[in-house]
């Protein structure tokens, strides 16, 4: 089974500035997908960055990119010039590309980081 | 309108209740899943249904009853539920074989006394 972990609880950034939520995973496939979702206040998970593991290429979705290192199994989350908005707890999510190659598979989670933007 | 919507948002029961979560998708998918989230623990899959056929039961209790009568509607229903089973219900949806992102609802925050 896969396990998604996620070493930092919690997280504290001065707005602007950089921060990096760490996640790692363990699996024995060679294809996957990799998430990372935000939760604010309403609840509602909102995707902010997908990786397919078989691209090499680091994921980057405006102020948000990813540094995918599949021979380590990390897949860590870069918010640069970080605003208020941002804070949010994070989640970082696994998913198999399931039997047909898409199928109905749920996400892995891990517990998630807390981060805090200081203004 | 976030293309999945949850009701009720809060839930509160006695352990002899029964009660019903209510999930609507308005996005055209025909995967929807249960997820239980609870404080300090990772989002645990509990149901998953394609094509309105379930596929995934991750050794859920039976007090959790899942129902999906067609593509765009999922339901969890509850009964005699015990204290530990307070959480946040989410619903989630995915367009089956394209391993599209999940959409997800806000939940339900429910809580057992």
């Known amino acids: 089974a896969q396990t998604v972990t996620q070493s930092q609880p919690e997280m504290s950034v001065q707005e602007a500035e950089t921060v990096t939520l760490s996640c790692t995973y363990d699996?024995?496939?060679?294809?996957?997908?990799l998430f990372w979702y935000k939760q604010p206040p309403s609840r509602q998970m909102i995707l902010v960055i997908r990786?397919?593991?078989?691209?090499?290429q680091n994921a980057t979705e405006n102020r948000f990119s990813v540094n995918f290192q599949k021979a380590a199994k990390s897949f860590s989350l870069k918010i640069s010039d970080s605003q208020l908005g941002d804070a949010a707890m994070y989640f970082c999510a696994y998913r198999s590309p399931g039997p047909s190659g898409g199928g109905a598979d749920g996400l892995t989670f891990g517990k998630g980081t807390h981060l805090i933007i200081q203004p | 309108e976030t293309g999945v919507t949850q009701t009720p948002r809060h839930l509160v029961m006695g352990m002899t209740n029964k009660k019903s979560l209510k999930c609507e998708q308005h996005?055209?998918?025909?995967?929807m899943y249960w997820y239980k989230q609870s404080a300090k623990k990772p989002l645990e899959l509990m149901f998953v249904y394609s094509l309105e056929e379930r596929v995934e039961n991750n050794s859920v209790p039976s007090r959790f009853s899942p129902e999906c009568p067609n593509s765009s509607h999922l339901f969890l229903h509850l009964h005699t539920l015990q204290p530990e089973d307070s959480a946040l219900y989410l619903c989630?949806?995915?367009?089956?074989?394209?391993?599209?992102?999940?959409?997800f609802g806000s939940g339900t925050q429910l809580s057992v006394l």
């Open positions: 996005l055209g998918h025909n995967a």
């Open positions: 699996t024995s496939e060679s294809d996957y997908y």
């Open positions: 989630a949806s995915s367009q089956d074989g394209t391993n599209e992102k999940l959409f």
């Open positions: 990786q397919e593991a078989y691209k090499q």
